[in-house]
RNA sequence: GCCUCCGUAGCUCAGGGGUAGAGCGCUCCCUUGGUAAGGGCGAGGUCAUGAGUUCAAAUCUCAUCGGAGGCUCCA
């Protein structure tokens, strides 16, 4: 073995090579215990991006090492293609969704082969094509017979620039995830899944291990109130005002009411005197975005309707008042306003001089709060006033039923009928038509006013090919008649399925994405499910990750898993919770964000000398900061090359020489400054293709290699965190695999080794495998790979040294490149086949940890005085603690330290896994 | 405004009550028959700041400053 490392050679060889001898597929297998690590499938769209090489192929490396670990591994490879995307891409380019789809999937399937990732293709799946989307219909179909999927009317999301509507969890602040324009509310019929109906099921986490800010974010999104419900008769007929409040204790305080100006019973109310007003406040509301009506701080406007209500607890008559500081989307969109209590109430009160009336009085007597002349509300505890029979009740600083007073105030409302108990959530149930062509079809037909849901024989209900797809607000379906006339009076469901939907089931369609007689085969769904290690980004938290949970539970209640757990009990598995969560452990990863130019401003001064000039002063300043009359270079640093700066002076680059005796002068970092502190490097920021900065991973590929490219992903970043780009940095995971391959080329030593340095060598390569192994377990893919940096290196200079033996070097390198394999597959095959190992290195077992193999048996006892280290001594690792305090104190160290005085106290710190004991002489 | 996480070498990051670590970058030397390279030596850190706890604090506590992410008229 001679050549040189050539990686674009050995790695299309070895994929061709995996791929015929299929050593990864994944079968079903009851004698072995199963792993279903799973990374959120790609869309479509184009080119495959580095931040996809930066997902998977971590979590191929892991989900390689719980395979050499013994796991029959299913890590399967799948397209979520339909969607808007598509269909935007195919109007601007004027060519069909399905083309466009797929030779996007045909182009990034080969770029995924490059990655050199263990994907079953076997088991790929793509949610737009017939085969699939069958069964998202046929799921459809099952949840409207059981009343999860229903049509209603409800005010929605409409974006005028995808002409559609959306669901809620796809518009962020206002304005549609996906192109950041402003939707509408609509009153609209759609159809719906009552994920609302899980909402309390959906708060809980106990089963999963899931990263923190992702269940924090998803139980804000659900939004679980408690409260109560109460009426409140209105002198206008039979027209009672609905209101949710989580603060019951405080219904004595509300001096009026406030509906959101969209709210239905606002025209019905409104008295003549006050409707021009009335009408002009909605008009110049429905003028403002969403996104201004929930700009905070801004001033508390409103208008009064004319009309009073009854506040039932003391029949007291309060005025109605309309106002956009309440919305309609949260609760009834009505509210009992408590200025005392409440200080978006109180800010409203103040400003439309409406009465204020304290009914919770703190505890202290110098913090008596009175109605005239509060500076804002008080929403702390206290103790109710001026609430007829509920005064004295006691109001502690809990929420719900835990405060006592809000539990009285809610019994008594209960018991004298005023109100009720009640949980209000800010999730609202999920949205999942479209007006557009590029999605499921809803298996759904329609006779007048009768649905009829297609019989499932006809399903799929196949997506035509033939569609003016141009959107005009209406499902472009609507134009096809062919699709929706079934017959005279029977027609279709023009309107599509929300992408989320395809992709809320896929992790179940990889376990026979050929399956046609159901949505998965039962026992590969009883062997596999469910998944064991989700990865990916965190901006799915309350979408598809939301989605999909909501999903699995449903498809549980309706029994769709029933078989599946009829197969476990069979297998002697317990069904038990299986079925309730669709991925127990979810692990999200950072960003790579993108790198721009962006150096220091420095002033040099110098001499030229040809074309450059060499300084003998910089300093590094503002980017505005040159003093007139300056005789020198002004610029930002865009580069370096040894102790060159390369100046971007308005354009021009200029050259500046730093000899060593330069004076550099950087404010931020005091002292003697040289070259290399100055600031050349690149600033990071998202990468998207307007700035140009975005990295094509098939060009890194053809340059460094895939295994390279891996190593350097996994390697410089914290992988949960992400971080910027720099191309530059490959070379560290490049110059590892580079003197692995070296060490492997020149072969087994020819000198006969000494015990003391393989034993030496065996040690370092036992704790190598525990850090690697604790890298792995913990996503902490960079450290992983660091030890293994650094036991090359150990490795190379005990070579070097001429302690290794010929013997002893083939069983390292047989276990150091089994621990390389997750990480840089092709060239830890091609080693192994080069060092005349048996195929296949990834079918090898995971290097067995020896805790006694990695345990050290000299070590240095450190003495500290005064906790200061003083010196070290060598001894046995067990050494007991008289021993060691002996040895410590007539040490040469701690007679210099104590200085002919008896120590004062002296504290002996045992070593443990990896530190040297130590004893602590205190003077 | 609230919540979560984070400030360690020039850069990207490990570690974490008991000697300050890795890779890259940088200096100097060697090699110039692995060569759009290789080898060796080395410099560089008040572990953001300030207080507290301790025999001992980069590590624990509190405060301050700085950064990232999330939530925010949620009744």
Redesign the pocket.
């Known amino acids: 073995m001679s050549e040189?490392y050539q990686p674009h050679e050995i790695e299309v060889k070895w994929q061709q090579r995996w791929d015929e001898t299929q050593i990864y597929r994944s079968r079903v297998d009851w004698d072995r215990p199963k792993h279903y690590a799973l990374t959120m499938l790609p869309y479509p769209s184009g080119d495959l991006h580095i931040g996809h090489w930066f997902a998977m192929t971590p979590s191929d490396a892991r989900a390689r090492w719980m395979r050499m670990r013994g796991y029959n591994v299913l890590f399967p490879m799948g397209f979520d293609a339909f969607g808007l995307p598509a269909e935007q891409a195919a109007i601007s380019r004027n060519i069909h969704p399905w083309k466009w789809t797929y030779s996007n999937i045909e182009r990034m399937r080969e770029q995924l082969r490059s990655m050199g990732a263990m994907f079953d293709w076997e088991r790929e799946a793509i949610s737009c094509t017939p085969e699939y989307y069958k069964w998202s219909e046929w799921f459809f179909k099952k949840f409207y017979e059981v009343g999860v999927a229903y049509r209603g009317s409800a005010l929605v999301n409409w974006s005028e620039t995808l002409q559609t509507v959306l669901a809620n969890e796809q518009v962020?602040?206002g304005k549609d995830e996906r192109t950041g324009q402003p939707v509408v509310h609509k009153m609209m019929e759609q159809w719906f899944f009552a994920i609302t109906k899980y909402a309390d099921e959906l708060l809980d986490f106990d089963i999963l291990d899931w990263p923190?800010?992702i269940k924090?974010?998803q139980t804000?999104?659900i939004?679980r109130?408690e409260?109560a419900r109460v009426s409140f008769r209105t002198e206008v007929g039979d027209h009672p005002i609905e209101?949710?409040?989580?603060?019951p204790d405080t219904l004595w305080g509300s001096t009026f009411m406030v509906l959101?100006p969209e709210h239905e019973l606002v025209d019905i109310i409104t008295s003549e005197a006050q409707r021009a007003a009335v009408e002009h406040y909605i008009d110049e509301i429905a003028a403002e975005t969403e996104i201004e009506?929930?700009?905070?701080h801004?001033e508390?406007t409103g208008v009064f309707t004319g009309a009073y209500a009854i506040n039932p607890v003391n029949d007291e008559r309060i005025p109605i008042w309309i106002a956009?500081?309440?919305?309609?989307?949260?609760?009834?969109?009505?509210?009992?306003a408590?200025p005392a209590h409440?200080?978006?109430d109180f800010?409203f009160a103040r400003a439309q001089d409406l009465p204020i009336r304290v009914v919770i009085q703190p505890a202290a007597m110098e913090d008596l709060l009175s109605d005239e002349d509060m500076a804002e509300a008080y929403d702390g505890p206290g103790t109710m006033v001026n609430s007829d029979a509920m005064d004295g009740s006691v109001s502690s600083k809990d929420k719900g039923r835990a405060n006592p007073a809000i539990g009285r105030v809610i019994d008594w409302l209960e018991a004298t009928g005023k109100g009720e108990e009640s949980v209000?959530y800010?999730l609202h149930d999920w949205l999942i038509s479209r007006q557009r062509y590029w999605g499921g079809p809803i298996p759904m037909m329609y006779d007048g006013d009768e649905i009829i849901p297609v019989p499932d024989e006809d399903l799929p209900v196949v997506l035509p090919e033939d569609v003016d797809f141009m959107p005009t607000g209406r499902s472009p379906l609507t134009y096809h008649e062919p699709f929706f006339k079934v017959d005279d009076s029977v027609r279709r469901e023009t309107d599509t399925l929300d992408t989320f939907m395809c992709s809320s089931w896929y992790q179940l369609r990889y376990l026979s994405p050929h399956c046609d007689t159901a949505p998965f085969d039962a026992e590969e769904a009883a062997y596999w499910l469910p998944v064991d290690v989700y990865t990916g980004g965190?901006?799915h938290?309350?979408m598809h990750l939301l989605y999909t949970r909501f999903f699995t539970k449903v498809l549980r209640d309706i029994g769709v898993f029933d078989e599946a757990a009829a197969v476990m009990r069979q297998k002697g598995r317990d069904p038990e919770r299986a079925f309730d969560e669709p991925m127990t452990v979810l692990r999200n990863q950072g960003q790579v964000l993108g790198a721009e130019r962006q150096g220091d401003y420095v002033l040099c001064s110098g001499r030229s000398v040809g074309a450059k000039m060499l300084a003998n002063r910089v300093e590094v300043v503002g980017w505005n900061e040159t003093p007139a009359g300056f005789d020198g270079c002004f610029g930002e640093i865009v580069h370096r090359?040894?102790?060159v700066l390369h100046l971007d002076m308005a354009g021009v680059t200029q050259f500046v020489e730093v000899p060593?005796d330069a004076e550099i002068i950087i404010p931020d970092?005091p002292?003697r400054n040289?070259?290399?502190?100055l600031?050349h490097?690149l600033e990071?920021q998202r990468m998207s293709k307007s700035k140009g900065n975005v990295v094509n991973p098939d060009q890194l590929v053809e340059k460094y290699g895939a295994d390279a490219v891996r190593c350097y992903l996994m390697?410089?970043?914290?992988w949960q965190?992400?971080?910027?780009w720099?191309e530059?940095?490959i070379?560290?995971?490049q110059?590892?695999l580079?003197?692995v391959w070296?060490i492997a080329?020149?072969g087994a030593p020819a000198v006969e080794g000494d015990p003391a340095g393989e034993r030496d060598i065996e040690r370092k390569l036992h704790q190598t495998i525990a850090v690697v192994n604790r890298g792995l377990e913990e996503f902490?893919f960079?450290?992983a790979i660091?030890e293994q940096?650094?036991f090359k290196?150990a490795l190379?200079?005990a070579l070097?040294e001429r302690r290794i033996g010929p013997a002893a070097w083939k069983d390292v390198m047989n276990q150091l490149i089994r621990l390389m394999a997750p990480f840089a597959p092709h060239i830890a095959e091609e080693l192994w086949e080069r060092l005349g190992f048996e195929y296949s290195a990834h079918l090898q077992a995971w290097p067995a940890y020896d805790a006694d193999k990695a345990r050290e048996e000299q070590?240095?006892l450190?003495v500290?005085i005064?906790?200061?280290?003083r010196g070290?001594i060598e001894v046995a690792v067990d050494i007991e603690r008289e021993r060691a305090l002996e040895l410590a104190v007539s040490s040469e160290a701690a007679q210099r330290g104590l200085a002919g005085k008896a120590p004062k106290?002296t504290?002996f710190?045992p070593g443990r896994n990896g530190?040297?004991p130590?004893v602590?002489i205190?003077v």
């Open positions: 040189n962020i602040d923190e800010p924090i974010m804000n999104w939004g109130s409260g209101i949710f409040t989580t603060r959101a009506r929930m700009m905070e801004r508390k956009d500081y309440v919305m309609i989307t949260y609760g009834t969109g009505a509210i009992m408590v409440d200080q978006r800010e209000n800010r965190a901006e938290a309350v090359t040894e102790n060593p970092i002292g040289n070259v290399n502190q600031r490097h990071i390697f410089n970043f914290d965190k992400g971080g910027p720099n530059n940095n070379k560290g995971p110059g590892w580079h003197d070296e080329a020149k902490s960079n450290t660091a940096m650094k290196n190379k200079a070097r070590v240095e450190v500290l005064n906790g200061k280290p070290t106290r504290i710190i530190t040297d130590k602590n205190v």
